[in-house]
């Protein structure tokens, strides 16, 4: 759709495509579009669409310049441009897109159905966490964005990638998983076609993105690769992963390529923590004479990517990933600031006595 148009009062059912909406400047009002496809997508953030726009009978939420709010727990689909501290939770919805948003919270939210599951776009300082992105053509993508937590999400069945990273730096990517992406349309499990597709298809993807930790993920069972890490990338922390039976035929687990082509090798990043690295489930194929070292669970033979990079401490048996509680809206103190509380509050307390005391010492 281009820009500067008004478009009210339609109702659109088709079976592929709603609206894609790549213009600005439009103006939304009283439409209605039935979907058993993608209903909505995304590319510009600079429209006026309220809430008289339904989506599968659920209102589209676009926000330009909102603050301190928190998005109806109905929305179908959001959409949040130079937003600041908004709270995204317990919906079921077919996507998130934010673009220039941060300090904000995405947690506990079913988004099936779309074009993306959660799309990010130079948005920092926002937490990503317990949402289930199955069943789109993308679960998560983060393109020029830093620093943000992407904490316990389920990135499952969707039909091209899990989650991509491109010109991200200093985010953190922890205990998520990361499963039975890239397959396209499988039976009755995706609404929409498998369209032609010309990129790539893979769990993880971080692509000139540098000093991102990635640690304690499930990577299983993604078409074509389970992590790849390209280009300019350097210094990305990944340990305490299980790459799990990724790729067709050979489980290609982990593809890199250096940032250009008269580039000899890869840029390094760190594969390991100096004791532990990674359970890859095709360590004992490639090494079928490593053992173990001692009872330490880390194999004696280094799992070998290319020069700059090399797992020096492979897993073997799979990393036990933790559970991770979904916060509420109001958060807790850390534990660390608990303890210096209760004894600020304390010497309050007792200053307090004791300047009660001195007074009434003094008025006699």
């Given at each position: 759709?281009?820009?500067?148009?008004?478009?009210?009062?339609?109702?659109?059912?088709?079976?592929?495509?709603?609206?894609?909406?790549?213009?600005?400047?439009?103006?939304?009002?009283?439409?209605?579009?039935?979907?058993?496809?993608?209903?909505?997508?995304?590319?510009?953030?600079?429209?006026?669409?309220?809430?008289?726009?339904?989506?599968?009978?659920?209102?589209?939420?676009?926000?330009?310049?909102?603050?301190?709010?928190?998005?109806?727990?109905?929305?179908?689909?959001?959409?949040?441009?130079?937003?600041?501290?908004?709270?995204?939770?317990?919906?079921?919805?077919?996507?998130?897109?934010?673009?220039?948003?941060?300090?904000?919270?995405?947690?506990?939210?079913?988004?099936?159905?779309?074009?993306?599951?959660?799309?990010?776009?130079?948005?920092?300082?926002?937490?990503?966490?317990?949402?289930?992105?199955?069943?789109?053509?993308?679960?998560?993508?983060?393109?020029?964005?830093?620093?943000?937590?992407?904490?316990?999400?389920?990135?499952?069945?969707?039909?091209?990638?899990?989650?991509?990273?491109?010109?991200?730096?200093?985010?953190?990517?922890?205990?998520?998983?990361?499963?039975?992406?890239?397959?396209?349309?499988?039976?009755?499990?995706?609404?929409?076609?498998?369209?032609?597709?010309?990129?790539?298809?893979?769990?993880?993807?971080?692509?000139?993105?540098?000093?991102?930790?990635?640690?304690?993920n499930n990577v299983t069972d993604n078409n074509q690769w389970g992590i790849r890490v390209l280009g300019d990338q350097h210094d990305n922390i990944i340990y305490h992963n299980n790459f799990i039976d990724n790729g067709p035929g050979d489980r290609i687990q982990v593809s890199m390529l250096p940032p250009a082509a008269n580039a000899p090798v890869a840029n390094p990043s760190i594969w390991d923590?100096?004791?532990?690295?990674?359970?890859?489930?095709?360590?004992?194929?490639?090494?079928?004479?490593?053992?173990?070292?001692?009872?330490?669970?880390?194999?004696?033979?280094?799992?070998?990517?290319?020069?700059?990079?090399?797992?020096?401490?492979?897993?073997?048996?799979?990393?036990?990933?933790?559970?991770?509680?979904?916060?509420?809206?109001?958060?807790?103190?850390?534990?660390?600031?608990?303890?210096?509380?209760?004894?600020?509050?304390?010497?309050?307390?007792?200053?307090?006595?004791?300047?009660?005391?001195?007074?009434?010492?003094?008025?006699?």
């Amino acid at each position: 759709m281009e820009s500067n148009n008004t478009i009210s009062d339609n109702i659109i059912n088709c079976s592929a495509i709603g609206v894609s909406l790549s213009g600005s400047q439009n103006v939304f009002r009283n439409n209605t579009i039935n979907c058993s496809g993608i209903g909505f997508k995304v590319y510009s953030f600079d429209n006026d669409i309220d809430t008289s726009n339904l989506v599968n009978g659920k209102p589209i939420i676009y926000w330009i310049g909102h603050r301190d709010e928190t998005v109806p727990s109905d929305a179908g689909y959001v959409v949040l441009s130079n937003c600041e501290n908004i709270n995204v939770q317990n919906l079921h919805a077919s996507g998130v897109s934010i673009s220039s948003t941060t300090n904000s919270l995405i947690a506990g939210n079913t988004l099936s159905g779309g074009q993306f599951g959660i799309q990010m776009l130079e948005s920092s300082n926002n937490t990503i966490t317990g949402n289930s992105l199955v069943g789109n053509e993308f679960g998560l993508e983060l393109v020029n964005c830093d620093y943000n937590e992407i904490v316990a999400n389920n990135i499952s069945s969707n039909s091209y990638y899990g989650l991509l990273l491109t010109n991200s730096h200093y985010n953190t990517l922890k205990q998520n998983n990361v499963a039975n992406n890239g397959f396209g349309k499988r039976g009755n499990d995706y609404s929409f076609p498998f369209e032609s597709y010309s990129g790539d298809i893979f769990g993880v993807k971080l692509l000139h993105s540098c000093n991102n930790r990635f640690t304690e993920n499930n990577v299983t069972d993604n078409n074509q690769w389970g992590i790849r890490v390209l280009g300019d990338q350097h210094d990305n922390i990944i340990y305490h992963n299980n790459f799990i039976d990724n790729g067709p035929g050979d489980r290609i687990q982990v593809s890199m390529l250096p940032p250009a082509a008269n580039a000899p090798v890869a840029n390094p990043s760190i594969w390991d923590n100096g004791t532990s690295g990674n359970y890859w489930s095709d360590y004992l194929t490639r090494y079928p004479n490593a053992s173990e070292i001692g009872n330490t669970g880390v194999g004696d033979t280094p799992f070998y990517i290319n020069e700059n990079n090399i797992d020096h401490y492979p897993l073997m048996e799979p990393f036990k990933v933790p559970e991770t509680e979904i916060p509420d809206e109001t958060p807790e103190f850390p534990s660390w600031i608990i303890l210096p509380l209760v004894l600020a509050v304390t010497v309050v307390v007792v200053v307090a006595i004791y300047k009660k005391k001195l007074t009434k010492h003094h008025s006699y």
